[in-house]
């Protein structure tokens, strides 16, 4: 191509971005108000309705547990988590996040900040309701970079967070190529929707539970592009908050995981402050998929949520764990980091 071509092609390509569509944020339709928690909802402070739902414990509850579910997927996921729980005295709250399961806009990208405006809402609900009982988070990939996405500007009012396999992939640890793809697609065609079909990716080793979870008419089998670089925001906003991540956290992934990548992981593994004794500390499933709560292997994990929150020091058989060290490459991990979380 001539040298005087260049700068005329790049004129047309800016010219045709500046016609392009934008990715879209969904704003909400309803008029503010006050939050309140009802049985099977919970009204934010837009007016927004949040479907809910509980695992009760059937004697006396002895902690409350708040669940984000991950993208796509909504409070379902979180059955059989809730009813194992409740058997060792801990009620369970899961709600729909906007866009997902059984709220309005399904399948529309809300934002990142009225997802995390959201869970602030929930945990005041939660703490004026049960003020005498401690107050723990969970959140499934999307939902664990929700729950680090609102520590940005201020620790939260909670007992402890537990990540399952938290969506960290920023931007910055991305391709050139697939970050570019990205960008480009959510301008030009935002509302294209994808289904992961041909990509071979496997969320768990529990084929029969995946089947049903495939047919669940609830769960979003094709995503929109403006979803997928909302996601992305959220992710980045999420790994930026990595520095306020202090207090009692408990942070759990598959070594056989293909849905969040090991190399990122162990990035922001790495990135992680310094903590005194065993606030934090990481469990490496050796034969953990993404789905960890889903896994054929899931009441190890589950048992492991239930010691921790109970504050026991030492979680399950650690032959079914991996050393931080043996998953991580030693370049990616500081020498504090390595001895902390074990």
Request: charge should be neutral; charged fraction near 20%.
């Amino acid at each position: 191509m001539p040298r005087f071509a260049i700068p005329a092609v790049l004129v047309c390509m800016l010219q045709i971005l500046q016609g392009c569509a934008t990715p879209h944020v969904q704003s909400s339709a309803a008029g503010p108000t006050t939050p309140v928690l009802e049985a099977s909802f919970a009204v934010m402070d837009d007016g927004f309705r949040l479907p809910l739902k509980l695992w009760p414990v059937n004697t006396k509850s002895r902690v409350i547990l708040l669940a984000l579910h991950g993208l796509n997927d909504y409070h379902n996921g979180f059955t059989s988590t809730g009813e194992y729980l409740a058997r060792r005295g801990i009620t369970t709250f899961a709600y729909d996040q906007r866009g997902f399961g059984n709220s309005e806009g399904r399948g529309l990208w809300h934002g990142s900040g009225r997802m995390v405006e959201d869970l602030l809402s929930m945990i005041r609900l939660l703490r004026r309701q049960y003020p005498d009982q401690p107050l723990y988070l969970i959140g499934e990939s999307m939902g664990g970079a929700v729950v680090l996405a609102a520590l940005r500007d201020a620790p939260l009012a909670v007992d402890g967070l537990i990540l399952l396999a938290p969506a960290i992939w920023s931007r910055d640890r991305m391709p050139w190529y697939q970050r570019f793809a990205l960008w480009l697609a959510a301008r030009t065609m935002p509302s294209l929707k994808l289904t992961g079909d041909g990509l071979d990716l496997q969320p768990t080793d529990n084929l029969e539970m995946w089947r049903a979870w495939s047919r669940d008419p609830l769960v979003i089998k094709s995503t929109r592009v403006d979803v997928l670089y909302g996601t992305s925001n959220l992710m980045d906003r999420a790994v930026a908050a990595a520095a306020n991540l202090h207090g009692r956290v408990l942070i759990l992934y598959g070594r056989r995981d293909e849905i969040v990548p090991r190399e990122p992981t162990c990035q922001w593994l790495g990135s992680l402050p310094s903590e005194n004794g065993h606030l934090r500390q990481t469990r490496i499933y050796a034969n953990g998929y993404h789905m960890l709560t889903r896994d054929l292997q899931a009441d190890v994990v589950l048992e492991d949520i239930a010691k921790w929150i109970a504050g026991a020091d030492h979680l399950t058989d650690g032959s079914n764990t991996i050393a931080l060290d043996a998953f991580c490459p030693a370049a990616l991990l500081s020498p504090a980091s390595r001895a902390r979380d074990q």
